[in-house]
């Protein structure tokens, strides 16, 4: 990923998701959407950003890319 240019992402939403945002839509709720922002979506797209294995033979690859969710070393195992 190069700096300053985000990466693209997918979220999956659920059924009772989908249906909460619908509610808003029609209600105009921006508070409820608000709220929907920080309860759900914060935490999925902060999961979908974290590193995901990668074979080594990959461009995105990076040495040691592990570590930056273990924050541990290979060899501390």
Known sequence: MREGKMRR???SLGEEEL?????ILTDDDREE???FIREVL???VKEA???HCVPVFEESYRP???EMVTWRKKSEG
């Open 33 to 35: 959407a608000l709220k």
């Open 19 to 23: 249906i909460r945002i619908k509610r």
């Open 42 to 44: 914060e935490k999925k």
């Open 64 to 66: 040691g890319q592990g």
């Open 49 to 51: 950003e974290l590193p």
């Open 9 to 11: 992402i997918a979220i």
